[in-house]
């Protein structure tokens, strides 16, 4: 069993830069995937970004260029660092953790981006 709890995200004006952290209660070694996911008002979760086991990372073609993530599993998180924030970043973001059996989700956190 895994259990996540984030912390991070809060208001920032555009441009400006957060960290979102996410750790994991349990073992992450082993998993298929870590990354985040997003969720604005009025419309459905998307993929932000990921990383793949071996360490390949995918992002969302919206913030390439500007987000990274990292995971690290012997500290069981993952992190993603978000630069030169625009409004249409604001949404509750989730940490996802992705097992072959199943997958874990965090709490949710706020970002909030003002023009």
């Known amino acids: 069993q895994v259990q996540l709890v984030q912390s991070g995200g809060g208001l920032v004006q555009a441009g400006g830069f957060l960290r979102l952290s996410c750790a994991a209660s349990?073992?992450?070694?082993?998993?298929?995937?870590m990354g985040w996911y997003r969720q604005a008002p009025g419309k459905q979760r998307e993929f932000v970004a990921a990383?793949?086991?071996?360490?390949?990372?995918n992002y969302a073609d919206s913030v390439k260029g500007r987000f990274t993530v990292s995971r690290d599993d012997v500290k069981n998180t993952v992190q993603l660092i978000m630069n030169n924030l625009e409004p249409e970043d604001t949404a509750v973001y989730y940490c996802?953790?992705?097992?072959?059996?199943?997958?874990?989700w965090g709490q949710g956190t706020q970002v909030t981006v003002s023009s």
């Open positions: 996802r953790v992705e097992f072959s059996s199943r997958d874990y």
């Open positions: 990383v793949l086991g071996g360490g390949r990372t």
């Open positions: 349990g073992s992450i070694f082993g998993a298929n995937a």
